[in-house]
């Protein structure tokens, strides 16, 4: 059993910064967290950014040059730098791992944007 747990949101003013990480807890191994999500009220969730092999990064356009993510492989903990913040960074954000064809998905920590 996997479970992955966010942490690191919370309310903050337009051009403020946060710092999410997602951390797993019970059997790790093969696991990988990847990506990042969020979903606003009355939207879909969309994604926001991906660690790919080799630590290349990959972001939505909405957050590109604004956000950073990282992976800490001894700890199998995922990072979100979140930089600029805007009022339209409001949303749920979720973290995402696999192993093998298996996804597990986060809580998802609340991140509230003020203008």
């Known amino acids: 059993q996997v479970q992955l747990v966010e942490s690191g949101g919370g309310l903050v003013q337009a051009g403020g910064s946060l710092r999410l990480s997602c951390a797993a807890s019970?059997?790790?191994?093969?696991?990988?967290?990847t990506d990042w999500y969020r979903q606003a009220p009355g939207n879909q969730r969309e994604w926001v950014a991906a660690?790919?092999?080799?630590?290349?990064?990959n972001y939505a356009d909405s957050v590109k040059g604004r956000f950073t993510i990282s992976r800490d492989y001894a700890e199998r903990t995922l990072h979100l730098q979140m930089n600029s913040l805007k009022p339209e960074d409001t949303a749920v954000y979720y973290c995402?791992?696999?192993?093998?064809?298996?996804?597990?998905w986060g809580q998802g920590t609340q991140v509230t944007v003020s203008s």
């Open positions: 995402k791992g696999r192993r093998g064809e298996f996804e597990f």
């Open positions: 660690i790919l092999p080799g630590s290349r990064t």
């Open positions: 019970g059997t790790r191994s093969g696991l990988v967290i």
